[in-house]
């Protein structure tokens, strides 16, 4: 149950967000659907099976059955989701910058950098050991840190939730006014389509961060912001890194010639 909701969820915010980015684009022209988006949408069903046969794995191993040292179930249970939400936006915050400055986690994150065009689909472009780790961190935080069982039952599905529709969100081809105040407030505490497409800039190598998935705060806090008011003028890895675009390509990091 709780995998069909998360895909419905993954699914609807993909598909408003690519509709979105049809009506006001932040790239003029850009179709629906382009040659990126079905790589991505490959690349996702591919890994979808991968990490449903992980999670049978793991559940044999009994690792998803909840042994976490704290015991959250005195706090009100909108606490225990504040509280879980923001444990896991902190956990993705420092695992993505690892991403970025650990040569050897960067070769397997390139994949996900190496589009040179952003849509709503693109989050489902990564490499079989990102997925590995992203699986991993909900595993850690919710079966090892805090103890899952004194949650109430919707709690975890509700703190990864935020997480899929923002993946979406911020990736999303759609304009923004930078200068409207409504921007300037969200963008003080939320990721959208502007700030993260200042993450994937070709010039990456000379100004990397703005590494938040939900929350923008933590870039800010530890001095990862990197925005523009203007968008990037190109996306992707640069030249010499620049991998071959197709799904079995990107898996073996096949560099491009």
């Known amino acids: 149950m709780e995998r ?7 699914g609807g915010a993909m598909v408003l ?7 006001h684009p932040r790239v003029a ?3 629906f659907l382009n040659r990126d988006s079905w790589i991505n949408l490959v690349t996702g ?4 099976a991968f990490r449903l046969g992980l999670g049978v794995a793991l559940g044999f191993l009994g690792l998803g059955d909840g042994f976490g040292l704290l015991d959250l179930s005195a706090l009100p249970v909108v606490a225990q989701w504040g509280l879980a939400f923001v444990l896991l936006d902190f956990t993705r915050y420092w695992v993505h910058y690892a991403d970025h400055r650990v040569p050897f986690l960067w070769q397997f994150h390139a994949v996900h950098h190496s589009s040179e065009v952003l849509d709503a689909t693109s989050g489902l472009r990564m490499h079989l050991v990102d997925l590995f780790q992203l699986t991993l961190i909900p595993l850690a935080l919710f079966s090892m ?3 899952q069982a004194t949650l109430a039952p919707w709690v975890v599905v509700a703190a990864l939730a935020p997480g899929m529709v923002f993946d979406a969100f911020q990736h999303a081809n759609i304009a923004v006014d930078t200068a409207s105040p409504l921007y300037k407030a969200w963008n003080a ?3 959208n389509p502007h700030f993260h497409s200042w993450h994937h800039t070709r010039d990456g190598h000379l100004r990397d961060g703005n590494y938040g998935n939900s929350l923008t705060v933590w870039d800010r806090l530890f001095g990862t912001d990197v925005t523009s008011p203007e968008p990037p003028e190109s996306l992707g890895l640069p030249v010499d890194q620049a991998l071959v675009n197709g799904v079995v390509g990107l898996q073996l990091l096949k560099k491009r010639s």
């Open 145 to 147: 840190l805090i103890d």
């Open 17 to 23: 967000f690519l509709g979105l980015g049809v009506l």
């Open 4 to 10: 069909l909701v998360t895909i419905g969820l993954q």
């Open 45 to 48: 069903a591919l890994l979808f």
């Open 189 to 191: 505490v939320f990721n």
């Open 29 to 31: 022209g850009q179709p």
